[in-house]
């Protein structure tokens, strides 16, 4: 009988995309989390310029459509 966690071998988690950057103080913290818990999930392996250029991709269009 497999055990739970050999089931679950190879399954995917699935990351909320993040949020554009809306500029209001009270959502950075929830911006900034989020982004974190992408970057650990999803870009992991990537260099940091890599991850940095992505960061600015949400804040900059976010800023572009406010």
Request: hydrophobic share 50%; proline share 3%; glycine share 4%.
């Amino acid at each position: 009988m497999a055990t739970l966690l050999q089931q679950n071998r190879g399954a995917k988690v699935e990351v909320v995309k993040l949020p554009l950057f809306s500029r209001k103080m009270e959502e950075v913290s929830v911006f900034i989390n989020t982004a974190h818990l992408y970057l650990n999930i999803k870009i992991i392996r990537k260099p940091e310029a890599t991850k940095m250029a992505w960061i600015l991709s949400y804040v900059q269009r976010g800023a572009v459509e406010a």
